[in-house]
């Protein structure tokens, strides 16, 4: 793997990797709150929140989803506010782990955001380290949490072949000299 690549992965699995819960705003708990209390469909109060001001997406998920749960009606709400967003918009990792962090399934909110027209790439890289069954974050593929490190199984992918593509002629005395 390129250096540039494998540089960028664990750049976006440690951007991708929540310090803390998201942060539920007053004015974004107002909005809930008045969306609940007028009889309107949150995900329409969240959408339109969002298109007046962006910035207020994660918040607006994080007291949706308090309101709603994690279940059908979380998911509804995850891509609710992933479409009301730019699909290649900085805030969409944030927006992943906190669904993530509010207890939707993290391959859910894989596919709510492919879905939602979030490339695959950037969708799978922001839920790649977060919360798995074991409550461990990071990119666990064991299911005893232990994650392959650097100095094992990514790190030395290829390793006993570093002569890779070295042959053509270089090997040996050729023609009696």
Do not use: C
């Amino acid at each position: 793997m390129k250096n540039t690549t494998l540089a960028s992965i664990l750049l976006a699995a440690v951007a991708a990797t929540p310090a803390m819960a998201a942060e539920i705003t007053p004015e974004a708990q107002a909005i809930i709150e008045q969306a609940v209390v007028n009889g309107t469909s949150i995900e329409d109060a969240i959408a339109s929140a969002i298109a007046a001001n962006p910035d207020m997406a994660e918040s607006l998920l994080a007291a949706g989803l308090e309101a709603v749960g994690p279940g059908e009606a979380g998911e509804n709400l995850l891509s609710a506010v992933i479409s009301a967003l730019p699909a290649d918009s900085g805030a969409i990792p944030g927006i992943m782990s906190a669904a993530i962090e509010a207890g939707i399934d993290a391959d859910t909110v894989t596919g709510v955001a492919i879905a939602s027209g979030v490339d695959a790439s950037i969708a799978s890289l922001a839920t790649a380290a977060g919360p798995n069954d074991n409550g461990n974050n990071g990119n666990n593929a064991n299911a005893n949490g232990l994650g392959a490190s650097s100095g094992n199984a990514n790190g030395n992918a290829g390793a006993g072949n570093n002569n890779a593509g070295g042959g053509g002629g270089g090997g040996g005395v050729s023609g009696g000299q």
